[in-house]
């Protein structure tokens, strides 16, 4: 009758393959503690040859030999060249992250947009803010081409503009043009042949 791996125990990594943890179970059954300790270096030469990125000669192979702790369940019992993981530190989560839950009423603008557009309002009217307004106009325009693909009308832009400032920040459609930008084209790969 066949085996099929559905049949069989599930493998807790199963990245290292049902070789490696056959080696694993076979290990823990020796009873002779240097004989099992000789076992286990060799099993780390086996995952080490699996992975070599893993290998790390500075840390002593640490990952290989926690994967090892963790595929034997806790159970190995051996001279271990490092500290290994233990089971308490694999059932602790981290503190979950904390983010800021504001709401945001133009989303394709971003969250950093609005405050750059407040800074822009403050500022001294003259050369430095008009080149700063153009340049945040544009940008808007092509954070805006990201979600519409058919294109978007700087009277749109300007209309966000001065709602986004509270009005404090006015561009006329007639007087401002802002870049026209388009999709670069793709590269497809494909060479013409020489005739």
């Known amino acids: 009758m066949l085996t099929y791996n559905t049949q069989l125990k599930k493998l807790i990594l199963p990245e290292y393959g049902r070789n490696i943890q056959r080696m694993i179970d076979h290990c823990i059954t020796i009873e002779d503690r240097d004989e099992r300790s000789h076992c ?3 099993i780390i030469q086996a995952m080490g040859n699996l992975f070599p ?3 790390d000669p500075e840390n002593n192979n640490r990952k290989l030999w926690d994967h090892l702790v963790i595929m034997s369940d806790f159970k190995l ?3 271990f060249p490092c500290d290994v993981i233990k089971a308490e530190c694999l059932e602790t989560m981290p503190d979950p992250v904390m983010r800021d839950a504001t709401y945001i009423k133009y989303r394709h603008y971003g969250r950093m947009l609005p405050e750059m557009i407040a800074k822009a309002a403050e500022m001294e009217p003259g050369e430095e803010q008009d080149a700063l307004v153009l340049y945040l106009a544009n940008h808007m325009k092509k954070l805006m081409l990201a979600v519409n693909k058919d294109g978007v009308e700087d009277a749109r832009i300007f209309r966000d503009l001065r709602e986004m400032s509270d009005g404090r920040i006015s561009l006329d459609p007639e007087n401002v043009h802002l870049h ?3 999709e670069a084209p793709s590269v497809t790969g494909k060479k013409k042949k020489k005739k």
């Open 40 to 42: 286990a270096r060799s």
């Open 53 to 55: 990125e893993l290998r």
């Open 77 to 79: 019992d051996v001279d």
């Open 180 to 182: 026209q930008f388009m």
